[in-house]
Each structure stands twice: as structure tokens, then as C-alpha cells.
């Protein structure tokens, strides 16, 4: 066993800060790479090091260049790297160039990396291994055609999905033949900018289905466990807005069939570390296997809050060749837990990115809160990076009590200078179809009637401050509240009446 000293974070904001305070409870020393993009970032506070890439603005993007980053950790003898999620998590040829170097990619191997992330590829291992699959292509499509061929076979309505990558990207829905062609041609040019690999295949489209994933937890021996599944159906346009674990669609039978299925994928990839096997779950009760996330997850804290186990520390070991102490029989499920991913987004606009200062953020406290974030007061959200500001998990007794929680943490949470998801996150909460747990993967397009919350009194409220406002504006624009024609101060409502 290789035991590791110390870590390069080939990432940024709160899941840089989250990978440091696991190290520094390892007693493993932490260094972070400073940008220009990002100069003041708080993550920078946390580490033991930092390396300076400020000079590289208009180069490749500073966490996304491998050599640079090998080159660094090769310069100061870095024992390990931990790529974080995004960026270059789950890129081979990364994981590649740290095992030629001798450093520790804390993930898996580069050849699992590629296999599972070619969805095609993935899909094929899961078929020889009797794990559940929509039917559909057996391989990548050479035209539209083809895929017309195969839609007359499966039926209608078909999707065409990206061989590489994910994130919703690659992605077409289609309804009949007419459709084909277009979003044939859609789908692979979306591929080719989005992962430089246009390669699509077809597969029979689930209408409102649940999509629900298993963390798994391998070692290099074989061993491996799951730490049963996160709900993950709030979505729009492919991309989660709000988690929480356990699913309040599973049974107990569901869960052991589709944690069965999820280990035994893992195991058939001879996968290590921490990983994410992803199903959609019809309204009958089947499962069908869609991908594998090779990395940790955004929303892995809702797992560690419910299981108590912390799996950044699991993937350190796991990379340092230690075997896993913990068997299935280890894994129990306490209470519930959600997240809220709280960003810097315009929700009554379309949730378009909204940039800027945080003037000020105020963070809720409490038993069973927990706040993972890279943001302080006076941190920009700017256009190079996302625009999370902080991920706010609660853990709770039941589904029941958590959603009061969260509720009431939401409140307490407060941002000045940019505009939030935080009405969006109480929107869903107080949906009486997401109370209920029917809701599923058309929930934001058919079961909210708006994407925003409104406190009771918000619209009246409204109209005071803005009255508040227009008289305060006028003011400003009189050199003086004294009427000098009659040397008396002059009632605001009146010069109101006055000027109109």
C-alpha cells in the first residue's frame, strides 16, 4: 500500500473546499491551483498550498490542461490528484497520463473511465451482463436511416443520445419519421462540439419516467458495496436542480434488485473508487440502466448524510490500495436528506445566468443543516465558470420533516447582489406533487404551474417598495425638499401628484 501524502485539486469552489477538509482530517497535505479568472476565490484560504497559474488566462483553460497539471504535480512531488466532478473527472486520457507518471488518480482506472463513458459501450457490457436496457441500437448509428430502421422496430417515440459525455447534451426526442432527419442532425453536431465525438445511437423513449441512481463503492481487490440510491428527477433539460435520499418510489424489493444491478455492472467493469450507476424507472416498476458516472457527484452529500460515510475519504483509500471495511450489511439508511442547488440564476428568466457581486450571504444553522459552498460576501459569479453559489443539504427523521427543514432553511438563507434558485427550490417544495413523491422527470414542464415561489403579501409588499422607490428617485432628482416659493418642506406625496 502506497499511502498518500499529498494531494493536487485539479478543481475549484465548494467541491475543492469539500476534497480539503477530508485531507486535512487524513493529515494529507492540500494544494489548489490559483487563476486569473478567479484570483480571490476562498478556496484558495483552505489549502496548504497553492500553485500560481494566473498567467495563463488565454491559454487552455487551467483546469482542463493536462500536461500543465501533471507538470505540476511532477514539480512539486505531489503524491495524488483528485479531479473533482466536471472538468477533467472523467476524462481517460488524464487518468492515463497520472498512472504513466506514477501519481495516484483518485478514481478509477483510464480504461473503465473510457468504457463507461462511451455510452455505447457501456450499454453493451450491461447487456452481456444481464442488467435491464431499453431497447434500441446494439452500437452507434451511421445515419438517419438507420435509425429510422430501428424506431419502426422498437416503436415510437425513440431518443437519440450522444455516445460520449452526458449533461442533456447530444439529446433528441423524436416522434415519428418526419422527425428523423432534423434531429439526426441536430444530435450529432451537438456531439461533435460538446465532445468532440458526433457518434449518437437510438434507444426506445420512456415518457415521464423517474430517474433514480445508485452510489457504488468498489475496491481495487473486487469488493464492492452500494449506498443505496438518490432520487434525481427534479430536472430541466437533463440537468438536476434538487436531489434527496432515499427515492420515495422505491420499495424495499425495488431497491435490492436495482442495488444488485448497479454492483454487478461495477463488478463487471472491474470499477474502483466511487462511482454513480444511473437507471430510469417507469411507472410500473421497471428499470432500465442508462450510464455510469465515473467520478463523485454534486449531490453526493445527501448520501453521506444518510449512510454517515464519507466518500471522498473512501475514494483517498480506495486510491492508496486500501480494502473497504465496510460490507453491505454496514450500509443503513438513517432519516432523509435533500439538496437544494442554489445558483446564480434568473429562474423568471428562463434560469439564464445571473452575474455578479454577492453583496452580501447570510447562511442558515442548525442540527441536520449542512452548506457546501465556494461563495463568500464580495465573491463574483462570473462567466467562466458555473454559476453555483452553494449546495444546502438537510438531513432530517423523514421525508415529512426534512421538506419542513428545508423549507425553513431556505428562508433563513439569504444573497444580495445576484438573483438566486432559492424560490425555484421553494416552488418544488411546497408542489403538492412533489410532497406526494409522484412526480417525475416532466415535473418542471407539468406539474408547476410557475418556477417561482411567492411569499403570502409578496405582490402588495411589492407595490409598497416600489411606490417607496419612485418617490425616493424623485426626491433625488430635486436639488431640495424645501418648495422655496413658500420655504415649507414639501409632503412627498404631493410633489408626486404635482409632477405627474
Request: glycine share 6%; aromatic share 8%.
Amino acid at each position: 500500500m502506497k499511502k498518500i501524502n499529498s494531494i493536487l485539486i485539479a478543481n475549484r469552489g465548494e467541491i475543492a473546499i469539500r476534497i480539503i477538509k477530508t485531507a486535512k482530517k487524513m493529515g494529507i497535505q492540500t494544494y489548489v491551483i490559483k487563476t486569473a479568472k478567479e484570483p480571490n476565490a476562498i478556496y484558495l484560504n483552505f489549502a496548504d498550498h497553492i500553485c500560481d497559474f494566473t498567467e495563463r488566462f488565454d491559454e487552455i483553460p487551467e483546469f482542463l490542461d493536462v500536461e500543465k497539471l501533471i507538470e505540476t504535480a511532477v514539480q512539486y512531488k505531489i503524491d495524488a490528484i483528485h479531479p473533482g466532478y466536471g472538468f477533467l473527472a472523467e476524462n481517460p486520457y488524464f487518468a492515463q497520463r497520472c498512472e504513466e507518471e506514477k501519481i495516484e488518480f483518485i478514481g478509477p482506472s483510464a480504461d473503465v473511465i473510457y468504457k463507461m463513458g462511451n455510452k455505447t459501450i457501456a450499454k453493451q457490457i450491461a447487456r452481456k451482463h444481464k442488467i435491464p436496457l431499453l431497447e434500441g441500437s446494439k452500437g452507434n448509428l451511421a445515419n438517419a436511416d438507420q435509425a429510422i430502421e430501428i424506431a419502426k422496430i422498437i416503436g415510437y417515440p425513440v431518443i437519440l443520445k450522444a455516445a460520449s459525455g452526458g449533461g442533456g447534451r447530444g439529446m433528441r426526442i423524436v416522434e415519428n419519421d418526419s422527425q428523423m432527419e432534423k434531429n439526426f442532425r441536430l444530435a450529432t453536431n451537438e456531439a461533435e462540439k460538446a465532445f468532440n465525438d458526433p457518434s449518437v445511437f437510438v434507444e426506445k423513449y420512456v415518457r415521464n419516467p423517474k430517474h433514480i441512481e445508485f452510489q457504488v463503492l468498489a475496491d481495487k481487490m473486487g469488493n464492492t458495496i452500494h449506498l443505496g440510491e438518490r432520487e434525481c428527477s427534479v430536472q430541466r433539460k437533463h440537468q438536476k436542480l434538487l436531489e434527496e435520499s432515499p427515492s420515495p418510489a422505491l420499495t424495499e424489493d425495488l431497491r435490492k434488485r436495482m442495488g444488485e444491478a448497479a454492483i454487478r455492472i461495477t463488478q463487471a467493469v472491474k470499477y474502483y473508487s466511487a462511482g454513480t450507476v444511473e437507471f430510469l424507472l417507469d411507472a410500473d416498476g421497471g428499470f432500465y440502466f442508462m450510464e455510469m458516472n465515473t467520478r463523485i457527484q454534486v449531490e453526493h452529500p445527501v448520501t453521506e448524510e444518510i449512510t454517515g460515510v464519507d466518500l471522498i475519504e473512501q475514494q483517498i483509500r480506495v486510491a492508496q490500495s486500501e480494502k473497504l471495511t465496510l460490507t453491505q450489511d454496514d450500509i443503513k439508511i438513517n432519516g432523509w436528506a435533500i439538496e437544494c442547488r442554489i445558483n446564480a440564476e434568473d429562474v423568471q428568466a428562463g434560469f439564464s445566468p445571473n452575474l455578479g457581486t454577492i453583496q452580501k450571504i447570510s447562511l442558515p444553522k442548525g442540527e441536520g443543516i449542512r452548506i457546501d459552498t465556494g461563495i463568500e460576501s464580495g465573491s463574483v459569479i462570473t462567466p467562466f465558470y458555473d454559476s453555483m453559489i452553494a449546495k444546502l443539504i438537510v438531513h432530517g427523521e423523514n421525508r415529512e420533516k426534512t421538506i419542513e427543514a428545508m423549507l425553513n432553511a431556505l428562508g433563513k438563507l439569504r444573497i444580495k447582489g445576484v438573483k438566486t434558485t432559492i424560490p425555484f427550490c421553494k416552488a418544488v417544495l411546497t408542489n403538492k406533487v412533489f410532497v406526494n413523491g409522484t412526480f417525475n422527470t416532466s415535473f418542471i414542464e407539468k406539474d408547476m404551474e410557475k418556477t417561482y415561489f411567492q411569499e403570502k403579501d409578496e405582490e402588495m409588499l411589492a407595490a409598497f417598495f416600489a411606490t417607496y422607490n419612485y418617490a425616493n428617485e424623485i426626491r433625488e432628482e430635486k436639488d431640495t425638499w424645501v418648495d422655496h416659493e413658500k420655504g415649507k418642506n414639501i409632503d412627498p406625496w404631493l410633489l408626486n401628484k404635482r409632477l405627474r
